[in-house]
């Protein structure tokens, strides 16, 4: 994987090279090591190198750029592909008043999957997939098993079952529980299943946990009962003015509400 790592100065950065390190060592093809604020902030860059133990024959590229670290993240990263962009979190609570470079926002705007490291710093050992109950969970846990697999971590694949349809559709109604519902024959219900089976064809630890409330609140609700490291979500092409309100809102809530790090899974129109 080639890792484009946000190393320059900010509230988060030891949580960022503690986090980025095992992944660096175990899945890293090439690494850019990036800072805004300008010249002053490229020795970051030379002391992250050192400490994120980057492995002979692993190209290592420094950027150093002006400006705010959201600005050198989207340049850098707009230069070519990235598999991953890691990064912690920015503002502080007074600067989250603002809204043009909220962490959220960049999570969006990023072309490449994103890692936004932030909470305690911990193994990643336990993975919550949140789940839409659709053909993109597979590509979210295509990027999700690129942290597993070498970490050895498990994943819990999450589907909330909205308790507030938008459009009223009788196949929506949610069955009595959990258990009839993976029993069902709702088209969510065989996505979970079919999800499952694939991600331990692929030898990783994996459970299905179903939920029924309003999303977000169950996503977090979840990730705190399972004392989970890390959350996944999907982030895919959006076709349509009401398709892009939806997904920006819930993975824009998730990123500014959720504690702990968390990975969006671009989708392409391909997935």
Do not use: N
Not at 84 to 97: D, K, W
Not at 196 to 219: C, K, N, Q, T, Y
Request: include cysteine.
């Amino acid at each position: 994987m080639h890792l484009l790592i946000y190393a320059g100065p900010g509230p988060s950065r030891e949580h960022v090279l503690a986090i980025a390190a095992p992944l660096v060592e175990r899945v890293a093809t090439a690494v850019t090591l990036v800072t805004g604020g300008g010249a002053r902030h490229a020795p970051l860059l030379d002391e992250a190198a050192r400490r994120l133990g980057v492995p002979p024959g692993v190209p290592v590229t420094q950027r150093v750029l002006d400006g705010a670290p959201q600005a050198a993240i989207l340049t850098v990263a707009g230069e070519r592909a990235h598999d991953l962009v890691i990064f912690g979190t920015f503002q502080r609570p007074l600067e989250r008043l603002l809204r043009v470079w909220r962490d959220d926002t960049l999570a969006v705007r990023l072309k490449s999957s994103v890692l936004r490291v932030k909470g305690p710093v911990r193994p990643l050992r336990r993975i919550l997939l949140a789940s839409g109950g659709d053909r993109h969970t597979f590509t979210t846990a295509e990027r999700a098993i690129q942290l597993a697999a070498p970490l050895g971590a498990s994943i819990t694949v999450l589907h909330v079952v909205s308790q507030q349809p938008i459009v009223f559709d009788p196949r929506a109604l949610p069955a009595a529980d959990e258990a009839t519902f993976l029993a069902g024959d709702l088209p969510e219900a065989a996505i979970l299943r079919q999800a499952a089976e694939w991600l331990h064809a692929r030898g990783i630890p994996v459970a299905v946990r179903v939920r029924f409330g309003m999303v977000v609140d169950e996503v977090l609700a979840e990730l705190a009962a399972g004392d989970y490291d890390l959350l996944a979500v999907g982030t895919h092409h959006l076709e349509g003015p009401l398709d892009r309100m939806l997904i920006e809102d819930l993975t824009g809530d998730l990123l500014d509400l959720c504690p702990r790090s968390i990975l969006v899974a671009r989708h392409t129109p391909g997935d």
